[in-house]
Protein backbone atom coordinates (compact mmCIF):
# COMPACT_ATOMS: atom_id res chain seq x y z
CA UNK A 1 0.00 0.00 0.00
CA UNK A 2 1.57 3.08 -1.03
CA UNK A 3 -0.31 5.24 1.26
CA UNK A 4 -2.17 5.44 4.68
CA UNK A 5 -4.92 7.12 6.48
CA UNK A 6 -5.80 7.03 10.00
CA UNK A 7 -9.06 7.76 11.72
CA UNK A 8 -8.50 10.85 13.87
CA UNK A 9 -8.53 9.13 17.02
CA UNK A 10 -5.36 7.69 15.84
CA UNK A 11 -1.62 9.28 15.14
CA UNK A 12 -2.07 10.76 11.23
CA UNK A 13 2.29 9.84 11.20
CA UNK A 14 1.96 6.26 12.33
CA UNK A 15 -1.42 5.09 13.28
CA UNK A 16 -0.78 5.01 17.58
CA UNK A 17 -3.47 5.47 19.47
CA UNK A 18 -1.90 6.28 22.70
CA UNK A 19 -0.88 10.26 24.37
CA UNK A 20 -2.28 11.92 21.46
CA UNK A 21 -0.99 15.54 21.10
CA UNK A 22 -1.75 19.12 19.24
CA UNK A 23 0.52 19.51 16.23
CA UNK A 24 1.19 23.62 15.69
CA UNK A 25 0.59 24.70 12.26
CA UNK A 26 3.27 27.11 12.45
CA UNK A 27 5.65 26.75 15.15
CA UNK A 28 5.23 28.16 18.56
CA UNK A 29 8.61 29.17 19.02
CA UNK A 30 8.65 31.11 15.54
CA UNK A 31 5.22 33.00 16.61
CA UNK A 32 6.89 33.78 19.92
CA UNK A 33 9.96 35.27 18.27
CA UNK A 34 8.19 36.81 15.49
CA UNK A 35 5.44 38.30 17.48
CA UNK A 36 7.16 38.77 21.06
CA UNK A 37 4.23 40.48 23.13
CA UNK A 38 2.61 41.99 20.65
CA UNK A 39 -1.19 40.47 20.44
CA UNK A 40 -1.45 37.65 17.96
CA UNK A 41 -4.53 37.89 15.61
CA UNK A 42 -5.73 34.58 14.14
CA UNK A 43 -7.91 34.36 11.04
CA UNK A 44 -9.19 33.47 7.76
CA UNK A 45 -7.47 33.68 4.24
CA UNK A 46 -9.68 36.44 2.71
CA UNK A 47 -11.54 36.93 5.94
CA UNK A 48 -13.11 40.04 6.85
CA UNK A 49 -11.82 41.72 10.53
CA UNK A 50 -14.60 40.79 12.12
CA UNK A 51 -14.16 37.09 11.66
CA UNK A 52 -10.61 37.61 13.37
CA UNK A 53 -9.90 36.12 16.69
CA UNK A 54 -7.33 37.04 19.54
CA UNK A 55 -4.93 34.30 20.27
CA UNK A 56 -4.77 33.80 23.90
CA UNK A 57 -1.06 32.31 23.15
CA UNK A 58 1.33 30.43 20.75
CA UNK A 59 0.02 27.33 22.18
CA UNK A 60 -4.04 28.25 21.38
CA UNK A 61 -5.78 25.78 19.59
CA UNK A 62 -6.86 27.92 16.77
CA UNK A 63 -3.00 27.60 15.88
CA UNK A 64 -2.96 23.55 15.81
CA UNK A 65 -4.18 21.31 13.51
CA UNK A 66 -7.14 19.26 14.47
CA UNK A 67 -5.67 16.18 14.08
CA UNK A 68 -3.70 14.97 15.94
CA UNK A 69 0.07 12.74 16.09
CA UNK A 70 1.22 10.82 19.25
CA UNK A 71 3.65 11.84 21.78
CA UNK A 72 6.71 9.72 20.50
CA UNK A 73 6.14 11.03 16.85
CA UNK A 74 6.05 14.41 18.69
CA UNK A 75 9.22 14.34 20.77
CA UNK A 76 11.57 11.49 20.01
CA UNK A 77 10.75 11.24 16.45
CA UNK A 78 9.98 14.97 14.58
CA UNK A 79 12.13 16.64 17.83
CA UNK A 80 15.60 17.20 15.80
CA UNK A 81 13.70 18.16 12.64
CA UNK A 82 11.82 20.75 14.38
CA UNK A 83 14.89 22.53 16.06
CA UNK A 84 16.98 22.75 13.01
CA UNK A 85 14.08 24.02 11.35
CA UNK A 86 14.37 26.64 14.16
CA UNK A 87 18.21 27.23 13.49
CA UNK A 88 17.26 27.05 9.58
CA UNK A 89 14.63 29.70 9.64
CA UNK A 90 17.18 32.07 11.49
CA UNK A 91 19.78 32.17 8.70
CA UNK A 92 16.83 32.30 6.00
CA UNK A 93 15.21 35.57 7.50
CA UNK A 94 18.81 37.13 7.59
CA UNK A 95 19.42 36.33 3.99
CA UNK A 96 16.33 37.45 3.05
CA UNK A 97 16.61 40.83 5.39
CA UNK A 98 20.26 41.28 3.86
CA UNK A 99 18.81 41.03 -0.13
CA UNK A 100 20.60 37.99 -0.62
CA UNK A 101 19.04 34.40 -2.08
CA UNK A 102 17.72 32.45 0.61
CA UNK A 103 18.42 29.20 -1.43
CA UNK A 104 22.24 29.76 -0.92
CA UNK A 105 21.97 28.55 2.64
CA UNK A 106 22.36 25.28 1.24
CA UNK A 107 25.55 25.89 -0.33
CA UNK A 108 27.00 25.83 3.00
CA UNK A 109 28.76 22.49 4.05
CA UNK A 110 26.21 21.93 7.20
CA UNK A 111 23.34 21.88 4.65
CA UNK A 112 25.20 20.00 1.73
CA UNK A 113 22.78 17.15 0.36
CA UNK A 114 21.96 13.39 2.23
CA UNK A 115 23.71 15.25 5.61
CA UNK A 116 21.50 15.01 9.06
CA UNK A 117 21.21 18.89 8.84
CA UNK A 118 19.46 19.19 5.41
CA UNK A 119 17.10 16.15 5.63
CA UNK A 120 15.53 17.23 8.98
CA UNK A 121 14.74 20.64 6.56
CA UNK A 122 13.50 18.25 4.97
CA UNK A 123 11.37 16.13 7.52
CA UNK A 124 10.24 19.09 8.88
CA UNK A 125 7.91 20.35 6.14
CA UNK A 126 7.14 16.72 4.89
CA UNK A 127 5.61 16.55 8.63
CA UNK A 128 3.20 19.69 7.76
CA UNK A 129 2.17 18.32 4.74
CA UNK A 130 1.39 15.07 6.13
CA UNK A 131 -0.76 17.21 8.37
CA UNK A 132 -2.51 19.50 6.00
CA UNK A 133 -3.49 16.03 4.34
CA UNK A 134 -4.79 14.44 7.12
CA UNK A 135 -6.39 17.34 7.89
CA UNK A 136 -8.90 17.21 5.13
CA UNK A 137 -9.25 12.93 5.75
CA UNK A 138 -7.33 12.71 2.40
CA UNK A 139 -4.82 9.49 1.86
CA UNK A 140 -1.06 10.32 2.69
CA UNK A 141 2.16 8.54 0.52
CA UNK A 142 3.66 6.15 3.03
CA UNK A 143 7.04 6.76 2.18
CA UNK A 144 6.35 10.70 3.00
CA UNK A 145 5.52 9.98 6.47
CA UNK A 146 7.73 7.32 6.66
CA UNK A 147 10.64 10.51 6.07
CA UNK A 148 8.88 12.68 7.89
CA UNK A 149 9.57 10.87 11.56
CA UNK A 150 12.76 8.98 10.28
CA UNK A 151 12.00 5.74 9.33
CA UNK A 152 13.49 6.38 5.88
CA UNK A 153 15.95 8.82 4.41
CA UNK A 154 13.87 9.06 1.09
CA UNK A 155 13.22 12.95 0.75
CA UNK A 156 10.65 13.76 -1.81
CA UNK A 157 9.97 17.50 -0.74
CA UNK A 158 10.20 19.95 -3.34
CA UNK A 159 11.12 23.49 -1.13
CA UNK A 160 11.37 27.20 -2.55
CA UNK A 161 12.13 29.99 -0.15
CA UNK A 162 10.62 33.62 -1.51
CA UNK A 163 9.58 36.78 -0.23
CA UNK A 164 6.23 36.61 0.65
CA UNK A 165 3.87 38.49 -1.47
CA UNK A 166 1.19 39.87 0.82
CA UNK A 167 4.10 40.41 3.41
CA UNK A 168 5.65 42.84 1.59
CA UNK A 169 2.33 44.21 0.06
CA UNK A 170 1.31 44.46 4.11
CA UNK A 171 4.57 46.33 5.07
CA UNK A 172 4.95 48.98 2.31
CA UNK A 173 0.99 49.49 2.62
CA UNK A 174 -0.07 49.49 6.01
CA UNK A 175 3.47 49.33 7.92
CA UNK A 176 2.94 45.81 9.44
CA UNK A 177 5.99 44.38 10.98
CA UNK A 178 4.61 40.88 12.26
CA UNK A 179 3.08 38.35 9.97
CA UNK A 180 2.69 34.47 10.00
CA UNK A 181 0.61 32.53 7.72
CA UNK A 182 0.08 28.70 6.22
CA UNK A 183 -1.21 28.14 3.15
CA UNK A 184 -3.68 24.57 4.24
CA UNK A 185 -3.78 22.14 1.29
CA UNK A 186 -3.64 22.93 -2.36
CA UNK A 187 -4.12 19.82 -4.66
CA UNK A 188 -2.62 19.85 -8.07
CA UNK A 189 -4.70 18.58 -10.91
CA UNK A 190 -4.38 17.62 -14.89
CA UNK A 191 -7.23 19.91 -16.46
CA UNK A 192 -7.64 17.40 -18.99
CA UNK A 193 -7.85 13.71 -17.22
CA UNK A 194 -8.77 15.65 -13.93
CA UNK A 195 -5.69 13.48 -12.30
CA UNK A 196 -4.82 13.86 -9.13
CA UNK A 197 -0.63 14.58 -9.71
CA UNK A 198 0.56 16.81 -6.52
CA UNK A 199 0.29 17.85 -3.16
CA UNK A 200 1.15 21.66 -2.44
CA UNK A 201 1.13 23.71 1.08
CA UNK A 202 2.99 26.71 1.76
CA UNK A 203 4.13 27.98 5.56
CA UNK A 204 5.29 31.65 5.93
CA UNK A 205 6.99 33.60 9.43
CA UNK A 206 7.41 36.92 8.88
CA UNK A 207 9.03 38.37 5.34
CA UNK A 208 10.03 34.59 4.83
CA UNK A 209 7.56 32.18 2.25
CA UNK A 210 8.17 28.68 1.94
CA UNK A 211 6.57 26.72 -0.74
CA UNK A 212 6.79 22.63 -0.40
CA UNK A 213 4.74 20.11 -2.08
CA UNK A 214 5.37 16.21 -3.13
CA UNK A 215 4.72 15.07 -6.89
CA UNK A 216 2.35 11.71 -7.14
CA UNK A 217 4.09 8.43 -8.56
CA UNK A 218 1.76 6.71 -11.15
CA UNK A 219 1.76 3.88 -8.97
CA UNK A 220 0.76 6.28 -6.41
CA UNK A 221 -1.93 7.47 -8.77
CA UNK A 222 -3.56 4.16 -9.76
CA UNK A 223 -3.93 3.28 -6.04
CA UNK A 224 -5.70 6.64 -5.14
CA UNK A 225 -8.13 5.35 -8.34
CA UNK A 226 -8.52 2.07 -6.49
CA UNK A 227 -8.64 2.52 -2.92
CA UNK A 228 -9.67 5.98 -2.27
CA UNK A 229 -12.59 7.42 -5.37
CA UNK A 230 -14.15 9.33 -2.96
CA UNK A 231 -10.97 11.36 -2.04
CA UNK A 232 -10.68 11.56 -5.87
CA UNK A 233 -14.23 12.57 -6.73
CA UNK A 234 -13.48 15.73 -4.17
CA UNK A 235 -10.39 16.76 -5.98
CA UNK A 236 -11.77 16.41 -8.77
CA UNK A 237 -14.77 18.58 -8.36
CA UNK A 238 -12.00 21.15 -6.59
CA UNK A 239 -10.37 20.91 -10.06
CA UNK A 240 -13.49 21.38 -12.17
CA UNK A 241 -14.15 24.43 -9.67
CA UNK A 242 -10.68 25.88 -10.41
CA UNK A 243 -10.92 25.46 -13.77
CA UNK A 244 -14.49 27.11 -14.36
CA UNK A 245 -13.50 30.05 -11.69
CA UNK A 246 -9.48 30.55 -12.41
CA UNK A 247 -7.89 32.33 -9.51
CA UNK A 248 -6.34 35.70 -10.18
CA UNK A 249 -2.21 35.66 -10.53
CA UNK A 250 -2.33 37.61 -7.30
CA UNK A 251 -4.45 35.11 -5.31
CA UNK A 252 -1.83 32.36 -7.46
CA UNK A 253 0.87 33.89 -6.02
CA UNK A 254 -0.46 34.58 -2.34
CA UNK A 255 -0.04 30.41 -2.13
CA UNK A 256 3.37 30.27 -3.98
CA UNK A 257 2.18 29.36 -7.59
CA UNK A 258 2.27 31.05 -10.90
CA UNK A 259 -0.01 30.02 -13.31
CA UNK A 260 -3.09 28.12 -13.71
CA UNK A 261 -1.28 25.53 -15.60
CA UNK A 262 -1.53 22.56 -13.67
CA UNK A 263 -3.89 23.63 -10.55
Not at 148 to 164: C, K, P, Q, T, V
Not at 208 to 225: H, M, P, S
Not at 238 to 244: D, G, L, P, R, V
Request: charged share 25%.
Amino acid sequence: MYFQQFPATKCCLCGNSKNLTGEHKIKAAALRREFDKEPLMVGVSGASNKAMKLAQSSNSKHLKFKVRICETCNTSRTQQADREFDRFHGVVAQQIKNNQDPLSVFSSELYSERADAYLNIFRYFAKLLCCHIAEVAGPIPTTLAEFAIGENSLNRIWLEIRDDPIFNHASLSFGIEQYAAHGGLIIYGDKNTKELNAYHSTLTIGAVQYVFYIRLETFEKEELQKRYPDFLACCKAKIEQAESNPASDWELSQVGLKNNNDV
